[in-house]
């Protein structure tokens, strides 16, 4: 897990070997809950994810996705933007897929992969996500901040919803099946 800010930055061996990352993970859960007022990523609802693996009680306040934006942006019409074409359509120099090409797309998994690489990886990553996020604030008008802030804060909810699932009554969903049924003969019938 890496992780940058103006103050702090770092990366945090999870699962990469067989040091143990208990403490590593009370240190990313203090940072992102009590020193981070907006979470800034790329697909975060991918990285909340990931992250409520290892911490399932973290609880973020406020985040703002870089993809989400450039989705927004594109009138809805950019399905699935890569942080590389994001950055470039904002002039930023692309991501590397150094470790893409050399690696995962070779089956090579992660824990594999060498220390130093994965840490310049993902500074860059990081360094790059928060250059997009002032390029995005450069050209996102005030009175729409609000409105995306919004659509970030439903990103959140929804990404609690995954984890969680949703309680159904099953019986309840069986009876207004058959009664749409019943409406929907009746109409037939009409």
């Not at 250059?131 to 970030?152: G, I, S, T, V």
């Not at 699932?165 to 049924?181: A, P």
Request: proline share 3%.
């Amino acid at each position: 897990i890496a992780c940058f800010s103006e103050d702090v930055g770092g990366a945090y061996k999870i699962e990469y070997d067989d040091e143990p990352y208990g403490e590593k993970l009370s240190k990313l859960k203090f940072w992102l809950t009590e020193e981070t007022d907006l979470l800034i990523g790329f697909a975060m609802k991918f990285d909340l994810n990931w992250l409520r693996r290892y911490i399932p009680d973290l609880h973020v306040s406020s985040v703002w996705d870089t993809q989400l934006f450039e989705f927004i942006a594109s009138d809805q019409t950019w399905i699935m933007p890569s942080l590389s074409d994001s950055l470039v359509l904002h002039g930023l120099d692309a991501k590397s897929d150094y470790i893409s090409i050399n690696y995962w797309d070779k089956g090579i998994n992660t824990t594999e992969i060498p220390e130093s690489e994965l840490i310049e990886y993902n500074k860059y990553d990081c360094e790059g996500t928060f250059a997009l996020y002032n390029c995005q604030m450069q050209h996102l008008p005030e009175h729409q901040k609000a409105l995306f802030q919004l659509h970030c804060d439903d990103l959140l909810v929804l990404q609690e919803m995954e984890q969680n699932g949703m309680i159904l009554d099953t019986d309840l969903i069986i009876k207004e099946r058959q009664e749409t049924e019943v409406k929907y003969n009746s109409l037939l019938q009409s």
